[in-house]
């Protein structure tokens, strides 16, 4: 006689869930200096991308300043929200994940989509006794997001008082981390209180601007030194051309091209 079909569904279920195996288990945030927060749980990243900070160009101010308040987050002392902004391919994501490693400070890396998510994170870090960065990159909203306003809870304004270990550094293209609407937009003058309001929340405002070509060559050079690599400035002007313009990252990538030409030899 056929099984009825609960039971069928039962088998079912449980075949499903020995083809998809164990869940990992969840990262001990007291254990390990890099993690990633997916909206429900946080894992361990075993092997983070990080660039030494002399690797860095142009961006000495910058630098010094993140440095300083990272490196006050690092002692247990008051340190501000950071936002990093401008060009693209500047290092602004980079440069945070290395003055963290150099300031031995715990990163923790969320997306942007999981800002509802984070006051969870916070009940889990508040107990645990070292600090922690709270990194969320390439953030950017549209118009009048009510993301805008979680945000802003989330920096100052909100019922619960942030754990005074935890700091966010944010990164984006936009000065005020949102798109700018159409001048005629209803909304237009909602979205412009949004924006002030947003920033005026950071206590740490870093912008990071196009290099010109002497400070873009330094860029390449101190790339292709840590590969023993000599630099012909005619052709990493005639790469940059090529690519649209200068920018650190332009500058990685000629690096990346020499160890290609390099290895096809």
């Known amino acids: 006689m056929p099984e009825d079909i609960p039971t069928a569904l039962l088998r079912i279920a449980h075949s499903l869930d020995r083809l998809a195996g164990s869940a990992p288990?969840?990262?001990?945030?007291?254990?390990?200096?890099?993690?990633?927060?997916?909206?429900?749980?946080?894992?361990?990243?075993?092997?983070?991308?990080?660039?030494?900070?002399?690797?860095?160009?142009?961006?000495?101010?910058q630098m010094e300043a993140l440095s300083r308040n990272i490196g006050a987050l690092a002692n247990g002392s008051p340190a501000h929200d950071m936002l990093l902004w401008g060009a693209r391919g500047m290092g602004k994501s980079a440069l945070v994940r290395a003055v963290a490693a150099e300031r031995q400070v715990a990163l923790v890396q969320a997306a942007g989509d999981a800002l509802a998510s984070l006051p969870g994170l916070f009940a889990r870090l508040a107990a645990v006794p070292r600090p922690f960065l709270l990194f969320v990159d390439d953030l950017a909203f549209a118009g009048a997001d009510p993301q805008v306003r979680t945000l802003r809870s989330l920096l100052d304004g909100g019922i619960a008082e942030r754990p005074a270990n935890i700091r966010l550094a944010v990164t984006s293209?936009?000065?005020?981390?949102?798109?700018?609407?159409?001048?005629?937009?209803?909304?237009?003058?909602d979205a412009a209180d949004d924006q002030l309001a947003l920033v005026d929340r950071f206590g740490l405002v870093l912008g990071f601007h196009a290099p010109d070509q002497h400070t873009y060559l330094e860029m390449v050079r101190r790339h292709l030194d840590a590969e023993g690599l000599p630099l012909d400035e005619t052709d990493a002007i005639a790469f940059a051309l090529s690519r649209g313009g200068r920018s650190g990252r332009t500058a990685w990538h000629y690096r990346t091209e020499l160890l290609t030409r390099r290895a096809a030899t």
Not at 25 to 39: I, L, N, Q, T, V
Not at 179 to 189: G, I, N, V
Request: aromatic share 6%; charged share 25%; hydrophobic share 40%.
């Open 173 to 189: 293209n936009h000065r005020h981390l949102v798109e700018r609407e159409a001048a005629d937009s209803r909304h237009a003058r």
């Open 25 to 61: 288990p969840e990262a001990d945030p007291a254990a390990g200096m890099a993690f990633r927060w997916d909206g429900a749980a946080l894992h361990a990243v075993d092997s983070p991308s990080v660039l030494p900070t002399s690797r860095f160009a142009g961006v000495d101010q």
